[in-house]
């Protein structure tokens, strides 16, 4: 397992989630998920069968793919506590996030379009980064839009990015 940022899910012998963890070693957390010596740790070691996990490359990715997959799965050891929504738009409806990728070569992309948060994806060709088009295509969706919205408004208010590029309604760079 490597020391990555990222997002981790421990499994039962069945391969029901039971837990989702998140950090910037998934290692070191994983391994402090089944150090701890409360109720709720020692439950999830007893049950647990495997681990699997994933790379995002940086932290917003990471919460983002966090609370959606908390919200997805609703596994039966997280807390799963409601997040305020902020009830705000972006400054800009269209545009992109690029930031770290989950290696040297390679960028993560959140595409907002029309104040909605679309997806993420990751590449390493730059080609890629100058289609929209191209870079809908590649998209993983998002389901739950509002919680999306509300994850990235409240990073980009109090964090930085590597580049927002913002594009208008023909898909022309701004």
């Known amino acids: ?14 391969g029901t989630i039971l837990y989702i963890g998140r950090g910037s070693n998934i290692k070191l957390e994983v391994n402090k998920q089944f150090l701890k010596k409360t ?6 070691l007893k049950r647990a069968y495997d681990v699997t996990y994933e790379e ?6 990471t919460r983002l793919k966090y609370h959606l997959d908390l919200q997805r799965i ?5 807390i799963i506590r409601k997040r305020k929504k902020l009830g705000i738009d972006f400054n800009s409806d ?11 070569e390679e960028n993560s992309i959140i595409l907002v379009e029309n104040n909605v948060v679309l ?11 100058n289609q929209i088009e191209i870079l809908k295509s590649m998209l993983t969706p998002i389901e739950n839009k509002d ?19 913002r594009f208008d309604t023909n898909n022309s760079f701004i």
Not at 39 to 44: H, I, L, Q, W, Y
């Open 1 to 14: 397992m490597p020391e990555k940022q990222g997002v981790f899910y421990i499994h039962n012998q069945e």
């Open 39 to 44: 109720s709720k740790g020692e439950k999830v």
């Open 56 to 61: 995002t490359g940086n932290v917003l990715l």
């Open 74 to 78: 609703r596994p039966k050891f997280n």
């Open 94 to 104: 269209n545009f992109f996030i690029q930031d770290k990728g989950r290696f040297p």
């Open 119 to 129: 997806g993420y994806t990751f590449t390493n060709l730059a080609f890629q980064e």
């Open 147 to 165: 919680l999306a919205k509300t994850i990235v408004k409240n990073y980009l208010l109090k964090n930085k990015v590597h580049k927002i590029v």
